[in-house]
């Protein structure tokens, strides 16, 4: 399960930075990209909430911490936002590989401490999954 975990993960930033035209240096994201057929990545986030504090003294951490000025960034689809009981926070974006970077440090200086997090990037399968099951049918 955890080798499978590091793969995805690594799977997903050699991906990244394939996708990225600026040769691996970094620079301020462009948020006029938007997310297409050929560029895009579904990322869904696992936000699990610290259970042993109240949701107020959370809530006032991530206030504090910018979250939710920062998240989720301009020009960033957010696909589904669900609160799942007992977890906290799944989040599920549509965004060009190229910003998975920028993302991530969202996450990192803005979440962490009221929440740990999970993500798992993934790609649109659904009319290649239907495509061979209507061939499969016929």
Known sequence: MRTSRILLVA?????AALASSDG???SAPDTATTPTADNAVLLTIFLKHDQSRPLSELNAQLERQG???????AGIEVVSWYVVMGI???VTLRL????LREVNRIFETTAWGAYRTEFYPTYDYKAVGL?????AVQ
């Open 11 to 15: 799977l997903a930033v050699a991906f």
């Open 96 to 99: 060009p590989a190229s910003r």
């Open 131 to 135: 495509a061979n099951h209507e061939k």
């Open 24 to 26: 691996g240096a970094q």
């Open 88 to 90: 906290g926070q799944v």
């Open 67 to 73: 979250f939710y000025k920062a998240f989720p960034p």
